[in-house]
């Protein structure tokens, strides 16, 4: 395994080990496939046995999605790669657990098994048994899944490497963490490496390729890897979706467009101006294939001054920059919406809960009569408990005064007390009115 651990993935190896031993709790990594799920429980396992918690015969490790293991051990998935009877699951792992110490049973993909919850459940209530699950399909979660476990499981979502882990790879192989200034300016070129970044993919295993300085050895394992096996598996066979270009053409449109509000009907419209008319209940259907298989999310507005979520439009954001540019290339990039995304998924990754902020208020025109109108504030992020923090994107606001009068004119329009900043990629940090205008890079490598 030795040469399988160098993408360590420390973050994520905390937040297991913070359940570690909690074995009525069961614990499930979800997240887009090829993210490095797979790899954090073999980093998990590893680190059980490092510090001496468990022995090798008592953790029971199955990959569902290793044809190879699945037929030596009597698992005979259908044509659809499912398990039908789950109970041969439990007859297999059952019969292994032989006296009371605490068991480690690490199952992946467990989507691939018709009933996984009453799997799961058996298991957990064995009160021996710590059971780690990963998953590829939000789906899982249905209120009706979630009541058969009674509450008694813990998510953990996991996304490709953030630009931290991204370039702490890149200049140190992981073994340097960039947690001071001093630090930042040692490293290489920060703005080069963000490029590469967006470009090459956060996925993991796309940093086993980048030697190879074949820009489409990487492409080709984005689309064929990454991006087909997800549509194949995650959205047409649960959907039952026609073999046409249709899902291609709104997914199409959809990575083109990240970071702009819109509506279903909105969506149909634009497709219909560029030559496909796809009905709106149709892109519905898509757009929950996209988000329950992690590969897109949704941001939803928010009312600032009412406090609320509003229903109707919301912004689109794709799991992973280099994803977009495998399918559409660089033609027309939007550097400012892709530098958003990024940040979203940042704020996602820390565990905050983000929304489109919204804010109703009176302006003169330029007549100097009063009119309402609609602010926006790029992201309204809060932690469960926590308080919250809004956030603006901007590309650069330096030397264009309409550009730093709109950025700071939003957050300005917030009359609470609670944090606001303005990220973009000039040098510096300074503070304006209240608002802390930080260094966007700065700020991905949560840099002191």
């Not at 789950?86 to 691939?112: G, N, R, W």
């Not at 979660?141 to 979502?157: H, L, M, P």
């Amino acid at each position: 395994m030795a040469s399988e651990i160098l993408i360590q993935r420390t973050d994520y190896i905390e937040k297991l080990k913070h359940w570690l031993g909690q074995t009525d709790l069961v614990k499930i990594v979800t997240g887009v496939r090829r993210c490095g799920k797979s790899k954090l429980l073999e980093l998990f396992q590893w680190d059980l046995l490092r510090n001496k918690t468990t022995t090798p015969n008592h953790i029971i490790s199955i990959n569902l999605e290793d044809p190879i293991q699945t037929k030596k051990i009597g698992l005979n998935l259908n044509a659809n790669g499912f398990l039908e009877d789950y109970q041969t699951l439990l007859d297999y792992i059952l019969p292994q657990i032989k006296d009371d110490k605490t068991y480690y049973v690490f199952i992946d993909e467990i989507q691939m098994v018709k009933n996984w919850q009453t799997v799961a459940n058996g298991l957990r209530l064995r009160g021996n048994i710590d059971v780690y699950l990963t998953g590829s399909n939000a789906y899982m979660f249905s209120s009706d899944i979630a009541n058969s476990f009674g509450g008694r499981y813990v998510e953990i979502k996991m996304q490709p490497l953030s630009f931290s882990e991204y370039f702490s790879f890149y200049g140190q192989n992981f073994n340097h963490s960039v947690r001071t200034r001093a630090d930042l300016e040692k490293h290489n070129n920060p703005y080069a490496i963000y490029l590469d970044y967006i470009h090459e993919s956060g996925f993991p295993q796309v940093q086993k390729l980048v030697h190879m300085e074949n820009k489409q050895v990487i492409a080709d394992y984005l689309m064929d890897t990454v991006f087909q096996n997800t549509i194949q598996k995650d959205i047409v066979r649960r959907f039952g979706i026609a073999n046409d270009n249709k899902l291609d053409t709104v997914i199409k449109y959809l990575f083109d467009n990240i970071g702009r509000e819109t509506s279903l009907r909105g969506i149909e419209r634009g497709l219909k101006a560029s030559g496909s008319n796809i009905s709106a209940p149709t892109i519905d259907v898509y757009i929950k294939g996209l988000l329950d298989s992690f590969l897109m999310y949704k941001c939803e507005r928010y009312d600032i001054k009412g406090k609320k979520l509003l229903n109707g439009d919301a912004k689109y954001y794709v799991v992973d920059a280099g994803l977009r540019y495998a399918l559409l290339g660089d033609k027309d990039t939007d550097a400012g919406h892709i530098l958003e995304n990024v940040v979203y998924l940042e704020l996602i990754r820390r565990g905050y809960n983000v929304s489109v902020g919204k804010i109703q208020t009176v302006v003169k025109n330029d007549e100097g009569k009063a009119e309402r109108k609609t602010i926006e504030v790029d992201f309204v992020a809060t932690k469960p408990g926590g308080q919250t923090e809004y956030y603006q994107v901007a590309w650069s606001t330096m030397g264009n005064e309409d550009v730093m009068k709109r950025e700071y004119g939003s957050l300005e329009q917030i009359k609470d007390n609670y944090p606001k900043y303005l990220l973009t990629m000039d040098y510096g940090n300074s503070e304006q009115n209240g608002i802390k205008r930080l260094n966007v890079l700065e700020w991905l490598l949560n840099v002191k």
